[in-house]
């Protein structure tokens, strides 16, 4: 691996806030490119905007910290100002003549940063100085006084509209909501506080819709970004498969792995890895990683790395013993073939459900003149479509509406998606008088960049090829 350190987000001397603040690469513009971002949002929705971040780090909401994961803020208000810290709130008060943006954090607490590290905090200056001087929101005031401040602009707007983020469906009939958020505890205060000053029923709408259009379209910095966390998941990967004899178990693939993506970047995984062998990889979201890995079998790896708040997603399908059998290697080649027929299909203004209907009627003729017309049989646990072959990705690893209603809209340039075609179940075929009898399940996931005249893969660099596997599996081990 001949990755350089990253260095912290912030410049140096300003080391103490690197946890605190994820600048996505764009250093000194940082302030300006969030700006931008919050001017723009004020621009399409003209109201009193309010939003919330985490109300506590994770774990922490049982005893006393536990930070396992670098990046945990809120991703409407991470980005919006790149603060990676529970308990803050962003009010936006376009057209305000006051301050047309406030932040809200805690008041400093020198007890509970002697647990838990320095935090922005109220009643530090030089803190304050700080924070104004990385988000570029002049206005940062005491999270107490959040409620009375929140009614006084609200008295100054002639429109009495307040608009704030919580995830639901929009399209189909149906409306579905998640309700076990922060989001929506934070959507039910407002309600509270409207009721408080009689607001007109109905002022508080959803800014969802917006705020989407705006952050999935990625910019140049989340793009570096993004490049950045495929090759360190891709170089692990590669050092994974040099040294994959020595692994006798699924969690010491996946110790190994993930170790070498996190030597390699302060910002954490971008979900806890699957790592399934045999017949573990026909369960989609596999988690236990604890059984020993099989001498013929093959192994699922769904893995990936961040680099800011920038997620790669991958899965690959090895074989164990360093060479595919006969039937593995059919039933590997026919999901390469869908894969490849996605990456061809995508581009900007086709839908993730066509490329549904590419990638799983690929996959069936796949199987039809490669497999079955050889004599192959399969039993499946579903019937067509085991899920869908991409997602959104971006802030999150999984972006834009929970409920996946993105899925009929026409792609945007600059949209992230996976690209994940996968095959599961028992499969028999009988060959040179050879029985190959195996449960199995093959997943290829890479990541696409969505342009005006196709696709982007951004995951081109790390290997899927049955050649190159092969020849990486093959090289001499060290001790
Ligand atoms: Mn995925």
């Known amino acids: 691996m001949h990755i350089k350190s990253s260095g912290s987000a912030v410049k140096k001397g300003k080391k103490i806030y690197s946890g605190i603040f994820r600048d996505g690469g764009a250093g000194s513009r940082a302030k300006s ?3 931008k971002r919050r001017r723009d949002l004020m621009k399409k929705e003209d109201r009193l905007i309010v939003l919330t971040g985490v109300p506590y780090g994770p774990g922490q909401e049982t005893t006393w910290a536990y930070a396992h994961a670098p990046t945990y803020q809120e991703p409407t208000v991470m980005y919006l100002t790149g603060i990676n810290q529970s308990e803050v709130i962003l009010l936006l008060d376009p057209g305000s003549k006051e301050s047309d943006e406030i932040l809200f954090v805690r008041k400093k607490d020198p007890k509970k940063e002697f647990w838990d590290g320095i935090r922005f905090g109220v009643g530090d200056p030089a803190s304050i100085r700080e924070v104004k001087r ?19 602009r609200l008295a100054k707007r002639k429109k009495k509209q307040v608009g704030t983020f919580w995830l639901e469906s929009t399209k189909s009939g149906r409306r579905r909501t998640i309700k076990t958020d922060h989001n929506w505890k934070f959507k039910k205060r407002i309600e509270g506080l409207l009721r408080k000053v009689n607001a007109p029923k109905g002022c508080l709408t959803n800014i969802m819709q917006s705020h989407f259009e705006l952050r999935l379209p990625l910019d140049a910095y989340d793009i570096a970004n993004t490049r950045k966390a495929q090759a360190i998941t891709g170089d692990a990967f590669k050092e994974t498969l040099n040294n994959f004899s020595k692994f006798d178990n699924e969690y010491r693939v996946q110790g190994f792995l993930e170790g070498q993506m996190l030597m390699n970047s302060p910002y954490g995984l971008s979900f806890p890895g699957i790592i399934a062998a045999g017949h573990n990889a026909t369960v989609l979201h596999y988690m236990k990683n604890d059984d020993p890995i099989g001498k013929g079998e093959l192994v699922l790896l769904d893995f990936g790395v ?22 593995q290697r059919i039933l590997y080649e026919v999901v390469l073939e869908a894969q490849l027929a996605v990456e061809k299909f995508a581009c900007a203004g086709v839908t993730i459900a066509e490329l549904n209907d590419r990638c799983w009627e690929t996959l069936q003729r796949g199987l039809d003149e490669k497999f079955y017309a050889l ?18 990705m971006g802030e999150q690893e999984h972006d834009g509406d929970p409920f996946r209603e993105y899925g009929v809209e026409p792609m945007k340039p600059g949209w992230m998606i996976s690209n994940e075609p996968g095959l599961y179940g028992k499969f028999r075929w009988k060959h040179q008088g050879r029985v190959y009898d195996e449960e199995i399940g093959i997943r290829i996931e890479d990541n696409l960049l969505i342009t005006k005249t196709g696709c982007i893969n951004l995951s081109k660099g790390i290997p899927k090829r049955v050649s190159e596997i092969e020849r990486l599996m093959a090289r001499p081990r060290r001790k």
């Open 33 to 35: 490119r969030f700006r």
């Open 134 to 152: 990385v988000t570029g929101v002049k206005d940062v005031q005491d999270i107490d006084d959040f409620d009375t401040i929140f009614r006084k």
């Open 306 to 327: 961040r680099w800011m708040t920038m997620h790669a997603d991958i899965s690959r399908t090895v074989p164990a013993s360093g060479k595919f059998n006969p039937m």
């Open 375 to 392: 004599g192959g049989k399969s039993k499946m646990a579903y019937k067509g479509r085991p899920h869908g072959v991409s997602h959104l």
